[in-house]
């Protein structure tokens, strides 16, 4: 059974410094500041309680006043499983630092949320759209794109 | 003595003409309308897949290519020569075979040259 | 003798023989030898999650049929139990095994469709891939005398499956389940020990663990590399856990591997059905589901392992009867992450080769 | 990546973002079908010469089909052209890639804006006679899909299509069906008409 890792034994395995960027334990993540992701996900990564070494999914998500994203993270070895969640409150400007550094899977699901929902992921080495042309008029998944062509 | 060669002759002026007439009943044909053709600037470009080709192509190309060529055409040539080396085989007695082997030598050392500097190796 | 050789560009593009559907390649070629590569994807992106926002959860259905459309039964399932798993709903025990059953089945024939497809890009024209597609017209026939369909059945629901097993099903699947390892035997005799496919696949396209571990690979290109990583193992889902059957895993990596993983994979898929086929329990195959279906407020993931890898379907809903969000964790296309690593080195006809052995499908690449 | 000579790729995905966007402002109603000479039966006082019927036989008799497969339907037609259903009794098994050997372009598939430019590509530079069959409701009318933003509402937009065959796939006998219909309007084309 991959064992969903519980999150109040990350925050206090997690060191003073990062432990404070965690904003709250809900039951499907863990939500923190997207500024500290990368630290976060890199100690998750080598941590010997955790050893996160497969990130399996991204997903990007549209609520109206923010954007969030979702990451998957399995253990290979240890069978346990953890989701970061990171919520985007700037609309116009969505950020986040780019996870493609430490596992190579993030690299392609990043630019398709780049392409479809237009969140930017800073330090990714080839930030552009995957699925549609260059030129195409705005992101199809974000709530405020007409619908249809 | 002549006329032996008369149908060798006849030979030859059946296979031209075949073959002129193989390249040029389309021609014919597109010129009386009967097979339609219209040609256009795309369907004369290049097919690479759907896409215009990008970049040249008229480039530098790897050198192998040419060695394999050259020593392909140097061990067909030898084959010719068999042949008729190979017709005659009764009445030219050993003779015949020691020279064909003194022939097959030479190209022997050359092959073998070329395969010592490695033109074969593909890398 | 060095002489300086310029690099020619060159597209292995949207309109090409083999790469299984339209998926473009940007290839840096220097003579032969692929010296930068860069995959382009899109060219089937029909925006499916984007038209799920705007239908209700019963119409998503269908559209889970053509994200893989050589897995639609796998995408059915793990659509199906993700809502499930949203709303609890209880499915019957004869629905489960026929869920299982139907699963295996279509594993069978995606994996001799990839098997195939790897053969035929490999030089044998045609030859085995319509060999195998001989037993893929028998599970057809047995898919379409379930479900009416041939390739996109639109057969699983929330709560079971939409008919029951018509009384000539179990006799018509016990005579393939008979017949289909001497079939086996007959590819096995054919393509495993040729000395052809060994040159041309053994230590080809070379994924390491560490590489496919860090490239999130999944399914056989995973295993191929020595992870033993089968969800129907590590987390069992559905009714997985009531069957015995072992994971093959490869050594190296290599195309050889994985083409082998997928062979024994077969021999597990039918071990597993004859298991499914003893155990068929009697009763109802549908708790059915009211008509303006409605799941709680919330968020799921749920996953199983479908025949290209860890197959996940990520529902966010809003209460509403259309899906917040839908989001498909699609192994074929993370499968191809690793594809730059594994192709530049390698000339032009083996990159055709790696290619084929990943097994991608691009309705659910591009989605 | 550089492709050298000073291009990367993202000045070519810009030139292919402005060909699809031209096309698809350029391709905003359905082209019309080259049949419209079918239904002409009042003035058929040029009948189908000994050349026209050997032209026409030859051709429809040796159908050689494009693999310009984009989605689901490549499986049933795949299905078709193998043993069960043997689509060689047309005389049709032999698959071309390049479309200069091809004269029948089976659109099996959705078709996305994305693609639409390089099956047009790929559909000029077969050679004339052509005809194009568009297989499964994707190639109808978009099909399941028609209300997306990224898939052409039907492939009459950027080609001229002969015969329609509907179905989600369609089965192999309706294929075949279709590619009958085909032979027949192949019967009925003639010199006199210059197509």
């Not at chain 1, 960027?21 to 996900?41: C, F, K, M, N, Y």
């Not at chain 2, 042949?83 to 009445?91: G, I």
């Not at chain 4, 031209?22 to 050349?51: C, F, G, M, Q």
């Not at chain 4, 091809?102 to 804006?113: C, K, Q, R, V, Y």
Request: with cysteine.
């Amino acid at each position: 059974m991959t064992v969903q890792l519980e999150y109040n034994r990350i925050v206090e395995a997690l060191p003073q410094n990062l432990a404070s960027s965690v904003i709250a334990i809900e039951d499907h993540g863990l939500i923190i500041q997207p500024e500290r992701l990368t630290d976060i996900a890199a100690f998750l990564k080598v941590e010997p309680g955790m050893e996160l070494d497969y990130l399996c999914s991204i997903t990007g998500v549209d609520c109206i006043n923010y954007f969030e994203i979702d990451y998957l993270l399995y253990s290979i070895k240890l069978n346990h499983r953890c989701t970061l969640k990171v919520r985007l409150a700037d609309k116009s400007e969505p950020a986040v630092p780019s996870l493609a550094g430490l596992w190579l899977g993030a690299e392609l699901q990043e630019r398709e949320i780049f392409d479809l929902l237009g969140i930017n992921f800073s330090g990714h080495p080839d930030m552009k759209r995957i699925f549609l042309w260059e030129g195409f008029p705005g992101h199809p998944l974000r709530k405020d794109y007409g619908h249809g062509c | 003595m002549l006329s032996e060669f008369s149908l060798i002759a006849l030979f030859i002026l059946i296979v031209l003409g075949f073959a002129t007439s193989l390249v040029l009943i389309p021609v014919a044909l597109r010129k009386l309308g009967i097979v339609p053709s219209q040609p256009s600037a795309v369907k004369s470009e290049p097919y690479e897949c759907g896409l215009e080709t990008t970049g040249p192509t008229w480039i530098q190309f790897k050198i192998r290519y040419y060695f394999y060529a050259l020593l392909l055409i140097s061990l067909d040539i030898t084959v010719v020569f068999l042949y008729p080396w190979a017709v005659e085989l009764t009445s030219l007695g050993p003779a015949g075979l020691i020279t064909i082997f003194i022939f097959l030598g030479i190209l022997a050392v050359g092959y073998l040259y070329a395969w010592r500097k490695g033109a074969l190796e593909w890398k | 003798m060095a002489v300086k050789t310029e690099p020619l560009f060159l597209n292995l593009g949207p309109v090409h023989p083999s790469t299984h559907g339209v998926f473009r390649m940007r290839a840096l070629v220097d003579g032969e030898v692929i010296t930068d590569i860069e995959p382009v994807f899109g060219y089937l992106h029909r925006g499916i999650e984007k038209l799920a926002e705007s239908k209700s959860y019963r119409q998503f259905l269908p559209l889970t049929d053509r994200l893989d459309y050589v897995s639609s039964m796998n995408n059915n399932m793990a659509y199906v139990m993700a809502v499930e798993k949203l709303a609890g709903i209880e499915v019957p025990q004869r629905a489960e095994y026929i869920r299982v059953i139907m699963a295996e089945l279509q594993r069978i024939i995606a994996h001799l469709l990839a098997i195939g497809s790897f053969f035929n890009d490999m030089g044998t024209f045609f030859t085995p891939f319509f060999y195998m597609f001989i037993q893929k017209e028998k599970i057809t026939d047995l898919f379409e005398m379930v479900c009416g369909q041939r390739l996109l059945y639109n057969y699983m629901r929330f709560g079971g499956v939409s008919h029951d097993l018509p009384p000539e099903f179990i006799p018509a699947l016990t005579r393939f389940l008979d017949e289909m390892p001497a079939e086996i035997k007959k590819y096995e005799r054919l393509l495993a020990e040729n000395e052809i496919v060994l040159a041309r696949s053994k230590n080809v396209g070379v994924l390491t663990r560490e590489m496919a571990v860090n490239a999130s690979a999944a399914g056989p290109v995973l295993r191929a590399s020595g992870v033993d990583w089968d969800i129907r193992k590590v987390d069992p889902y559905s009714i997985y856990d009531r069957f015995d059957f072992d994971v093959p895993t490869g050594a190296n990596g290599d195309c050889y591997d994985r083409y082998r993983v997928r062979v024994e994979e077969l021999t597990q898929s039918l071990n597993i059905i004859r298991q499914a086929v003893n155990g068929l329990p009697k009763g109802k195959v549908l708790n059915p589901v009211p008509l303006r279906f409605r799941p709680p407020a919330g968020e799921v993931y749920s996953h199983i392992e479908g025949n290209k890898g860890e197959l996940g379907f990520h529902v966010i809903s809003d209460g509403s009867d259309k899906p917040y969000r839908i989001h498909v964790r699609a192994p074929s296309f993370i499968n191809l992450t690793a594809l730059k690593n594994m192709l530049i080195g390698w000339k032009l006809a083996d990159a055709i080769i790696i290619f084929g052995s990943i097994d991608i499908c691009l309705g659910e690449v591009d989605r | 990546m550089e492709i050298g000579s000073g291009i990367n790729s993202m000045d070519l995905d810009l030139h292919e973002g402005h060909v699809i966007e031209d096309l698809k402002n350029s391709a905003a109603s359905a082209l019309p079908e080259p049949s419209r000479w079918l239904d002409e039966e009042i003035e058929r006082n040029i009948i189908t010469t000994t050349v026209d019927k050997l032209l026409n036989w030859g051709r429809k008799t040796s159908l050689w089909t494009e693999t310009s497969f984009t989605a689901c339907c490549t499986f049933e037609f795949i299905s078709t052209s193998s043993s069960r259903f043997d689509i060689a009794r047309f005389g049709m098994e032999v698959l071309r890639s390049s479309p200069r050997h091809a004269d029948l372009m089976i659109t099996a598939g959705t078709l996305t804006w994305k693609m639409a430019p390089q099956i047009k590509r790929v559909y000029e530079q077969m050679a004339e006679p052509k005809w194009v069959i568009a297989m499964g409701a994707c190639g109808i009318s978009g099909g399941i899909f028609a209300d997306s933003y990224a898939v052409v509402p039907g492939y009459n937009r950027i080609l001229p299509v002969d015969v329609y065959i509907p179905g989600c796939p369609p089965r192999p006998e309706a294929l075949l069906a279709g590619i009958e219909l085909l032979r027949k309007k192949i019967e009925k084309r003639s010199i006199a008409k210059g197509n």
